[in-house]
């Protein structure tokens, strides 16, 4: 079963506005990592919070962990067209596999 | 991008024939995964290696072999393709245990294998 679940499902914004997308996981995780994914290509690494951080930013985005809740949530802020994709969080226990959510559809809207 | 090459890229074969989508990596990584992608499902997992020879079980791995004779090659095989594994598949490596920072490492995706059973 998937570990990781990303709500909303699809979400659709106008170019400039803030994109928040959530996960929740089950079980005790090592990280938690979030990735994008464009339309018929691969899954690309957007950035990692280990389970001892609570936020943390990479340019335009931010990622918060709330291990207490079981959570995270990834915040694209003055989102582009580009920025159009499925965006799926991945966890990590003890182990070497990842486990995905089922994604968030994000569009963007010019 | 990561030294990371599937194939083939397209297929499409018929019910009841073996079926195998190639991992070809340049990066010298240890851990090679095999991962499918349905609608609604995100990825799931249906099997890993994580050394020469050394493979395990995913959680979809039923109808599905795997096998790596070397480092950069881990194989896929339908052994008898039906319908349900018309899929998306996608090939990753990750290398994880080298460095600093065990906890640190992420997986990088091959391009995907469109498969179509009909």
């Known amino acids: 079963s998937q570990q990781g679940e990303e709500d909303p499902q699809a979400l659709s914004i106008q170019e400039g506005e803030n994109a928040t997308m959530n996960c929740s996981y089950k079980t005790s995780i090592n990280n938690l990592q979030w990735y994008r994914q464009n339309s018929g290509r691969g899954l690309v690494h957007l950035i990692l919070?280990?389970?001892?951080?609570r936020e943390k930013h990479s340019g335009r985005l931010r990622v918060t962990l709330d291990t207490s809740k079981k959570s995270s949530s990834l915040l694209i802020t003055a989102s582009r067209a580009a920025d159009t994709a499925s965006y799926f969080c991945a966890t990590r226990s003890n182990d070497y596999k990842l486990s995905f959510g089922a994604g968030t559809t994000v569009t963007v809207r010019a | 991008d990561a030294g990371i090459t599937q194939s083939p890229r397209h297929k499409v074969t018929e019910t009841g024939t073996p079926v195998t989508l190639r991992c070809h990596q340049t990066?010298?990584?240890?851990?090679m995964y095999w991962y499918r992608q349905d609608p609604g499902h995100g990825l799931r997992l249906i099997h890993y290696?994580?050394?020469?020879?050394?493979?395990d079980k995913g959680e979809v791995s039923d109808g599905y072999s795997v096998s790596r004779s070397k480092t950069e090659d881990f194989l896929l095989t339908l052994e008898s393709a039906t319908s349900s594994q018309t899929s998306v598949y996608f090939c990753?490596?990750?290398?994880f245990g080298r460095g600093e920072n065990r906890s640190g490492n992420t997986i990088y995706f091959g391009e995907g294998s469109w498969l179509t059973v009909v």
């Open positions: 990066e010298n990584h240890r851990y």
């Open positions: 919070i280990r389970s001892n951080e």
């Open positions: 290696s994580y050394g020469v020879k050394d493979t």
């Open positions: 990753a490596i990750s290398d």
